[in-house]
């Protein structure tokens, strides 16, 4: 970095900070909140997920089922010990929250967060059943993978890294969703896969907030973003209409 250039300056400019002794406050705060929300919602996710492993259809959908819990822990743990060179007790961290806590299907949070930690809001809300669970995977899979490329681009270089590696394990996810989705539609209730398009479509949505931001605009002078939440959010309508287009289920509107 130039000597006369501010670290705001160079951030701005699309330069990279390499470790936490050339963090700012500000940023370290921003940067904090970005990756407990990645973790608090993987180990959610993978929660959640857990709990339908076993109402698989067959030992292939449950052994995917269980890869992807696996992955998703192993992901978390990646993105935490990131933290821990911040000084997070990654330890007593992973104990610190009810990951499998949930409100009741009929809930309408919007955005909002819990109480209880980071995660996204999409994360609170309890899957129904294996079709359920395959929607939400889909839907929410096509959202990470929106999200995954947006945040491999950070300006803070060892996260950009992790996620890096973390994106492709993600897509495949949301691509074991689709497979899985298809095998259902030839041998399921197509009125109630439906149903649950409908459910966790506008739910998903959400979790790319509001399509106007200023704290979106300071996150981009910081390098912790590039594109705007309405970009992010157009991105994934556009992909995961296509998907479930070519699926022959209608996208809610």
């Known amino acids: ?7 705001e ?6 330069g990279v900070l390499t470790n936490p002794s050339n963090v700012p406050p500000r940023y370290r705060a921003e940067l904090m909140k970005l990756m407990a929300t990645f973790v608090d919602s993987e180990l959610a996710g993978a929660a959640g997920f857990a709990d339908v492993i076993n ?6 959908e449950r052994i995917a089922a269980a890869r992807i819990v ?19 007790d990654t330890a007593r961290y992973e104990q610190s929250h009810p990951w499998t806590a949930r409100l009741p299907r009929d809930a309408d949070i919007g955005a909002r967060r819990g109480d209880h930690d980071m995660r996204l809001a999409v994360f ?25 490329a947006e945040f491999s681009l950070v300006s803070y270089q060892p996260l950009a890294e992790a996620f890096r590696a973390i994106a492709p394990v993600e897509a495949r996810h949301a691509e074991l969703a689709e497979e899985g989705l298809v095998r259902l539609l030839e041998t399921g209730d197509r009125a109630a896969l439906q149903a649950s398009v409908a459910y966790w479509w506008p739910r998903v949505t959400s979790s790319f907030g509001a399509a106007a931001s200023q704290k979106a605009d300071s996150l981009r002078a910081m390098g912790l973003r590039r594109s705007t939440n309405a970009q992010l959010r157009a991105r994934w309508e556009s992909e995961t209409s296509a998907i479930l287009n070519r699926l022959g289920l209608e996208v809610p509107h």
């Open 70 to 88: 696996l992955e998703k822990t192993d992901h978390a743990d990646r993105v935490m010990r990131v933290m821990a060179d911040f000084g997070v």
């Open 1 to 7: 970095m130039a000597q006369d250039m501010s670290i």
């Open 124 to 148: 609170n809300y309890p899957l129904d059943g294996w079709a359920d669970a395959v929607v939400m995977n889909l839907l929410m899979g096509r959202a990470v993978a929106v999200q995954l």
């Open 55 to 60: 109402a698989g259809p067959g030992i292939k």
């Open 9 to 14: 300056s160079y951030l701005a400019q699309g």
